[in-house]
């Protein structure tokens, strides 16, 4: 669905260069999504902006910074099927890769499909016991990349996360006065106040996320978003 989001919010745009912008701002996302290992997103992302009733946008594409034109053809890179879609096994691979991570669910779905069918679940009446070891062993290599937990604040050396923050005050001796805290700690007090300010407005930013879910509209009708395309650009037929 992340797909059809990405490319319904691209056609639905009927001004050229905000469009440009829009796009230019998913790649930013994928990229994003990427840098925090979430591949599964990503690979949605970029399969959207991949998508012909996207692709076939020339105009606004034209206007798409070339910076982030390479920055796609990046990311593309690591969808290449071919090889058994190598490039992405390989970096799943990388030691710098450390949990926690987020597969690309169709990928993991297609190796467990490929080990189910592949083997037969029993061998002269007997149970296929190494078919059930390689199932396990993929279920484990999925599970182990979910092993640490997924924690956003610190991801780009970010601020201290919520936690630390409000463990922060329970070490404050109980003794000190408060002529006392403010004269000695008006660094640390103004550092509370900067965190609590950021906890608000990612708390807001929450809210404001999810009632923008809750009203979103996403196209997966592939006739309806050839039409919106065609009258954000029009041009030659598509053939789906």
């Known amino acids: 669905?992340?797909?059809?989001?990405?490319i319904t919010e691209i056609i639905r745009e009927?001004?050229?260069m905000q469009r440009s912008k829009i796009i230019k701002h998913f790649i930013k996302i994928?990229?994003?999504?990427?840098?925090?290992?979430?591949?599964n997103s990503m690979f949605a992302i970029i399969s959207?902006?991949?998508?012909?009733?996207?692709?076939?946008?020339?105009a606004t594409w034209e206007r798409v910074p070339d910076k982030y034109k390479k920055i796609f053809e990046e990311l593309k890179l690591l969808l290449d099927i071919s090889r058994n879609m190598s490039v992405y096994r390989n970096l799943l691979r990388n030691d710098l890769i450390a949990p926690p991570i987020i597969p690309m669910f169709p990928v993991c779905m297609k190796d467990l499909t490929f080990i189910h069918l592949g083997n037969q679940t029993q061998d002269n009446n007997l149970i296929n016991f190494e078919k059930?070891?390689?199932?396990?062993?993929?279920?484990?290599y999925i599970v182990n990349m979910?092993?640490?937990?997924?924690?956003i604040s610190n991801m780009f050396d970010s601020p201290t996360?919520?936690?630390q923050i409000f463990a922060g005050f329970g070490h404050q001796p109980t003794t000190d006065s408060f002529a006392t805290i403010r004269k000695?700690?008006?660094g640390m007090r103004l550092s509370i106040v900067a965190n609590a300010k950021r906890i608000y407005d990612e708390a807001l930013m929450v809210k404001k996320v999810k009632t923008y879910l809750n009203n979103a509209e996403i196209i997966e009708d592939e006739d309806r978003l050839f039409e919106l395309a065609n009258q954000c650009e029009p041009g030659k037929e598509i053939k789906f």
């Open 1 to 6: 669905q992340e797909m059809y989001w990405t």
């Open 14 to 16: 009927t001004n050229l």
């Open 30 to 39: 994928a990229k994003c999504c990427k840098d925090m290992k979430n591949f």
């Open 48 to 58: 959207g902006l991949d998508h012909k009733t996207v692709q076939r946008l020339q």
């Open 132 to 140: 059930l070891r390689m199932i396990s062993k993929e279920i484990r």
């Open 146 to 151: 979910s092993s640490s937990p997924y924690d």
């Open 161 to 163: 996360s919520h936690s």
């Open 184 to 186: 000695h700690q008006t």
